[in-house]
């Protein structure tokens, strides 16, 4: 029975920093998130594209919609980030999901897989 506090006692004194520090990235993602991103690059399996991706552009907003904007294809939705990840939900559409690669305050970095083909999109803020 002692053996059992003292290993929950541990368990707990390991778990509670780690959700601490995953929820204040949490909140620093959802914070530098919002504005509005210019594509700069977009690959496609690791290689240079055919899609321009300087007629990609993400505003944010912090209410939690969002629009994107290519080649004068508009969507618009709602948003959230969790971690590392971005879920949109476009209006009257299923929600996607994508890996945030890098954010900074200046910077910003997909990963996607749209039908089993790897995408990195790059943005920068305007």
């Known amino acids: 029975m002692h053996y059992k506090k003292f290993k929950m006692k541990y368990f707990i004194a390991f778990i509670c920093p780690l959700l601490f520090i995953a929820s204040c990235a949490n909140h620093e993602n959802n914070k530098m998130i919002v504005g509005n991103w210019a594509g700069t690059e977009w690959l496609v399996n690791g290689s240079i594209s055919n899609l321009d991706a300087q007629k990609a552009s993400f505003t944010?907003?912090?209410?939690?919609?969002?629009?994107?904007?290519?080649?004068?294809?508009?969507?618009?939705?709602?948003?959230?980030?969790?971690?590392?990840?971005?879920?949109?939900?476009?209006?009257?559409?299923?929600e996607i999901m994508v890996k945030i690669v890098k954010?900074?305050?200046?910077?910003?970095?997909?990963?996607?897989?749209?039908?089993?083909?790897?995408?990195?999109?790059m943005l920068i803020k305007k």
């Open 60 to 94: 944010f907003t912090d209410k939690g919609n969002y629009s994107f904007i290519y080649d004068g294809n508009k969507e618009e939705g709602t948003y959230k980030v969790e971690n590392d990840m971005l879920f949109t939900k476009p209006t009257n559409e299923r």
């Open 103 to 121: 954010l900074t305050k200046d910077s910003l970095t997909f990963d996607m897989n749209r039908s089993g083909q790897a995408e990195t999109l």
